[in-house]
């Protein structure tokens, strides 16, 4: 199942960018045995409209169209906290069900538009602090590459 991240804004601090490029090459090589990958990442720009809403519906609307019909993500931080042995199960019970793509959606600043609420499969939040989004794709990439070791058996994860 090919995984997408994404995400609404640019990663702009290097350190933050090796660390994700990091996580997206393990996962590639460890998520392979388990019908995983590849993950890509797709970076859109920031709405420039006026208003929050305005802005929330232009970058909703361009993250579901690049989206198109696969499983989605919405990471919101009013969505399910769940562990990473969860995390691993719902991304197998996916690719067992036969999706052949999984979309993870990180809005703006100003968060997601009801649509993209209206048709997510998952909410997912990363924990109740609000984090940076890049803070936030860095951990999301560690924790995709987390699932890959715990769904092949492989030693990094230790819970």
Request: proline share 4%; hydrophobic share 40%; with cysteine.
């Amino acid at each position: 199942m090919r995984i997408e991240i994404l995400a609404v804004g640019r990663l702009k601090d290097e350190a933050e960018s090796s660390i994700v490029a990091r996580y997206q090459k393990r996962f590639g090589q460890t998520g392979r045995a388990c019908g995983l990958g590849p993950l890509l990442i797709t970076e859109f720009a920031e709405s420039r409209a006026a208003s929050a809403a305005e802005r929330k519906s232009d970058e909703s609307a361009r993250l579901l169209k690049a989206a198109g019909s696969a499983a989605l993500v919405v990471l919101d931080v009013a969505g399910r906290s769940l562990t990473s042995e969860d995390f691993a199960t719902h991304l197998r019970t996916l690719t067992e069900g036969g999706t052949k793509s999984c979309a993870f959606l990180i809005g703006g600043p100003d968060g997601h538009d009801p649509a993209v609420r209206a048709t997510q499969s998952l909410p997912l939040s990363l924990g109740v602090l609000t984090l940076p989004h890049g803070l936030a794709r860095v951990i999301l990439a560690e924790q995709l590459y987390r699932a890959a070791t715990i769904l092949t058996g492989h030693p990094y994860h230790r819970a």
